[in-house]
């Protein structure tokens, strides 16, 4: 942080005017989510609700669809998340801190996994979790992303910034593993852990080709298709589609201005570690 | 005693949820289904629930995605029992065996289903002999119009295609729009001009082969015809997104559009809701080709039950009670009492029309209001004039339409030209050709259409017909797999050979771990390690290996594995002589090259300005980073409503207000628009993240360098180039590299803003425009299901990511040194 002694206007000018282009979508769609069916689809737009009306949302309550499928992402998301942050952090522990046989071996093959972009699972993808039985459930969202090799490879490199003096004075006190790895390491890890655990997040609630595919029937289905499918139920009601957009993203705009602060500090994290 | 109670209780409501579960649930699944049918079948399902036993659970599927869910059910083997889907979806699920015969299915009731229809009728639903589904509703298009403007201007209703144009003359002359509703994209919108000269786009022949009408004069006759109408006269955009009524109601030139093609709803639509034009306007039905048939009927939905069903018999009982006359007029009642929602129900059961019937078309005022769309019904569908698919119409029917969407943008661009030449806007230069003016490039125009459409459908015809020879076997051996699927599911096939080598693989690990004595005792770290491990090995490695092994084959998932067949190369031959892949991978690079530097650029620059100390810090910084939490498919959708294509859309009013253009842009639905359109949403998109991260990185740079420029006398700029870039050199090579990744993986703002899921059109973007890699992917994957060429789709992108990673890391390397 710069103090700055002369004056900023030009800044400022610059930065309102991108200010404006970044708000402007939001402006719509708020705008548009309070319009009459006439309003909304009019010729001319109007730049503000004449006259303001709230039935748009009734119309989505009706339809029930929107929050079925937000109360579904944060389940899916929360299970992933819980189940990611534990597995890759104990494996990049073990990667930073144990020594044994094939270690940089097992380790260069799970980060060779990164280079395989995830289209090119998606066919077989869908043929194995046939075969499972898991189509038309949560499973495919969830399980294959419990081993990122991201998540193990980030919690390697943050783990191995431990000091080994901690671990061993904790080995010769006679602590078993399991002591170790949860009193002293991941105390010590809160900023991998909550980093992990928000990517995980971020990443699974945005997920859309994974459930597209994946998922059958309405009942499980996620945030991010019922919002494409709005298109095709509502097509000519331009302020409910709005209006399910709103619900999507106010919630989750509204956590993000009071969490501000930790949330940019994880994922600048992610930049920085080289 | 409250024990006992509570026992009891429970026993109760156990043998409730018992008798839930002993009765067996029907699924039906619905296409285009609102909030009103899904009350409406509820209440059905119940009706028929009472004398059947059997719960009827209902699914409604969007316009834009429901073949891509019936045939990915199928293919996943849950499939529901029956279904009500597009007029094409008999053909299409019928051919890969997806979908029961009913006439070897039910053998002794078939007969009772089809005298409910007209002879004419039941070949939408067959292919061949087999009786694959049967058609339930069904729509026509209409013309609506201004009683009061036609009597202003001496016009009367037309009756043939040179009346229609005539009549879009003389509107044009005066300023006056058209609206033609229906996606001029779809191959059944084509088939309404074509029709009437008895060609069909793809039929089969005398012989039963596949063929195309495309070089019969008769044939290019209707499309040049299709083509005139749909751009050479003044239409207020191609999707209003239902605002239709409203410009149709409007008064005012610039708005007024008193000709309005839609479908038999409209006429209800527009009572309910435009009361006040009430008895000035009426309908005339669709326009007869100069020397051809009527050809009235368009488009509707189909019943069908599905091979994999578990309540087959159920399914058979649910289509005769839908069929039925009772149930028919409770569903046509529904329709009219929705409001502001009300619509017409016109269905395929021939009792509807017949003299039977009548007391019921009389009962009511809002049903004898149809009486003149019931009359269109009874002289049409008697003898209704249909066209069946044939294998290969899959992959010939989009060359068509990408062929005609570019001759769309020529007709527009020589408009924009003789508009530049004359210094007018192209909606002038129209009301110029309706006034008989410029008659000179008019008939060029004209000439230069009939002789763009010749040569275009002279190159197409061969590769069409190549494509049916291809597709030939095609049928034959559907049918051949799925009466010996049981046997084929069973047999081996390369998933199975996977997991077995998989199992072997994980065996050999435990052995590794468990064996010598020097790994026993880091037993811990194996076990920590082994999670994500296997993970990767079921997850990614297995499959890559079965994605290589498919990528050689041919294959549609709908059948078991065991059913690839060996292909060798030819589908990395095909996918690239077709030019599809070589076109995707332009578009990807071109997709990367322009976005990832212009967002790198913007967004260094706006994050040095937001790492001064500013007021409202938490408010600046929280604006710009927002689009990051907020998920890419909501930002699309809301930007496609944000870029319509007529004054509709918020960005055209500006710009159209403040005279910057003088016609919307066609932001979305024109080829050169599209793909752009993309990048300035991914652009908008990405600044967040980079911002951030850049952000990041500037605060890690010393305040001692920023005030030693300052010192020199250099102002923002020169800090922001000599101190700021320099400083966060790691940070630029990260986004870098992030960038481009990303850019090749780029798929769910494509889906989106190409609106999959709302319209039927079926492609990403105009012309294909926004098939970069992944979506072609997924087109050959999940839209035509050609999973090998998918698969090779996939590993030219997994190599060519390899290969850019390689170079990145090596250019950074030399970098350091």
Known sequence: MRKEKGSLWGTYLLLTLGGLVMIFPFYFMIVTSFKSKDEAQAIHPSFWPHPFTIEPYIELVRDNVVFRAAVNSVIVAILSTVGTVLICALAGYAFAKHRFAGRDVFFVVLLSTMMIPGAVLLIPGFLLFRDFGWLDTWAPLIVPGLGGAFGVFMSRQFIGTIPDSLIESAHLEGASEWRIIFRIVFPLSKALLSTLAILTFLGSWNSFMGPLIFLLNDKLFTLPIVIALLQGRFSDRQNVEMAGAMVSIIPVLILFFFFQKQVVASLANTGLKE | ?817
């Open chain 2, 1 to 817: 005693m409250l024990r006992t109670c509570r026992f009891f209780a429970l026993i109760a409501t156990l043998l409730i949820a018992c008798t839930g579960l002993a009765e067996p649930t029907l699924h039906f699944w619905m296409v285009g289904a609102g909030l009103e049918d899904q009350e409406l079948y509820t209440r059905l399902g119940n009706e028929f629930e009472k004398t059947e036993h059997v719960k009827v659970s209902f699914l409604p599927l969007p316009w834009g995605s429901f073949k891509f869910k019936y045939l990915t059910a199928m293919a996943a083997g849950l499939p529901p029992d029956v279904g009500i889907t597009n007029n094409g979806g008999p053909y299409d699920y019928g051919i890969v065996s997806g979908v029961v015969d009913l006439r070897t299915e039910f053998p002794d009731r078939v007969k009772e289903l089809e005298d409910r229809y007209y002879p004419a009728t039941l070949p939408l639903g067959s292919i061949g002999n087999h009786l694959y589904g049967v058609p339930f509703d069904t729509t026509t298009p209409i013309i609506f119009y201004r009683t009061d403007t036609f009597q202003k201007l001496g016009l009367s209703p037309p009756t043939t295609i040179s009346e229609y144009n005539h009549v879009l003359n003389v509107l044009d002359a005066n300023g006056y729009m058209t609206y033609f509703e229906f996606p001029s994209t779809a191959a059944w919108s084509l088939s309404m001009y074509t029709m009437p000269y008895g060609k069909s786009s793809v039929h089969m022949d005398a012989q039963g082969k596949p063929t195309v009408d495309w070089l019969d004069p008769l044939y290019q006759k209707g499309v040049v015809e299709a083509l005139n109408l749909w751009w050479m006269h003044l239409s207020p955009g191609q999707n209003l997104n239902g605002g239709g009524g409203g410009v149709f109601a409007a008064d005012n030139i610039g708005t007024a559009t008193p000709v309005y093609v839609a479908v038999t709803d409209t006429f209800t639509e527009l009572h309910i809701n435009k009361p006040a034009l009430d008895g000035h306007w009426a309908m005339a039905t669709w326009p007869i080709a100069d020397g051809g048939k009527p050809y009235n009927i368009m488009a509707g939905t189909s019943l069908v039950i599905f091979r994999d069903a578990k309540l087959k018999k159920a399914a058979f009982d649910w289509i005769m009670f839908l069929t039925s006359m009772p149930v028919q007029h409770e569903i046509v009642l529904d329709h009219l009492s929705r409001g502001e929602n009300s619509s017409c129900f016109f269905s395929t059961v021939r009792q509807a029309y017949e003299p039977s019937n009548d007391a019921f078309w009389n009962s009511e005022p809002k049903l004898q209001a149809e009486h003149d769309l019931v009359d269109v019904y009874k002289k049409v569908l008697p003898s209704f004039n249909t066209q069946q698919g044939v294998p290969g119409s899959e992959d010939v029917g989009p060359l068509e339409q990408n062929f005609l969407d570019s001759v769309g943008s020529f007709i527009q661009s020589r408009q924009d030209e003789i508009a530049a030449r004359h210094g007018i806007s192209r909606r002038e230069v129209i009301e110029a050709f309706g006034q008989g003016k410029y008659q000179d490039e008019y008939n060029t125009l004209e000439n230069d259409i009939r002789d763009k459409v010749a040569s275009g459908y002279k190159d197409l015809a061969p590769k069409a017909m190549e494509i049916f020879a291809k597709e030939s076997g095609e049928g034959a051996f559907y049918a051949d797999v799925s009466s010996h699927f049981a046997e084929a599911q069973a047999a081996p096939d390369a998933l199975k050979v996977a997991k077995w080598v998989a199992l072997l693989i994980f065996v050999g690990y435990v052995a590794f771990a468990v064996g010598p004595k020097k790994n026993r005792a880091n037993l811990i770290s194996y076990l920590l390690i082994a999670p994500p491990l296997a993970l990767s090995l079921i997850f990614v490695f297995i499959p890559a290996a079965v994605a290589l092994y498919i990528s050689f084959t041919k294959y549609h998932p709908v059948l078991p594995l065991s059913a690839a067949r060996w292909n060798g190369i030819d589908n990395y031959r095909e996918v690239i002589g077709n030019g599809d892949l070589p076109a995707s991978l332009w578009r990807t690079g071109l997709y990367a090259v322009v976005t990832v530097p212009i967002g790198m650029v913007v967004s260094l620059v706006f994050a040095f300005l937001l790492n001064n100390r500013l007021r409202a810090q938490r408010w600046w910084r929280f604006i710009f980073f927002s689009p990051m939490v907020t998920g890419v498919v909501s930002i699309a959708l809301i930007f496609t409503l944000l870029l319509l294509d007529s004054q509709l859309g918020w960005l055209n009013a500006l710009l159209l207000d403040w005279h910057w253009v003088k016609d919307p842009i066609q932001f979305l639905t024109s080829e050169k628009f599209f793909l752009p359109s993309v990048m300035a949403l991914a652009i908008w998109q990405g600044l967040a993240f980079s911002i951030l991260v850049f952000l990041a990185g500037l605060q890690q740079v010393p305040e001692e360098q920023f005030e030693a420029a300052e010192m020199d006398g250099a102002g923002q700029v020169r800090k922001f180039w000599n101190v700021a870039v320099p400083g966060i050199r790691p940070q630029v090579f990260f986004m870098l590299v992030l960038g481009v990744i990303g850019s090749f993986q780029v798929f769910d703002t494509i889906y989106t803003l190409a609106g999959k899921s709302g319209g039927a059109s079926a492609r990403f973007g105009p012309e294909d425009a926004g098939q970069t890699v992944v979506p072609l992917l997924y087109h050959y994957g999940f839209e035509s299901f050609e999973m090998g060429k998918a698969a090779a789709v996939a590993y030219v992108l997994f190599v060519i990511t390899i290969l850019i990673t390689m170079i990145q890391l090596w250019l950074h390397r030399r970098g350091e040194v």
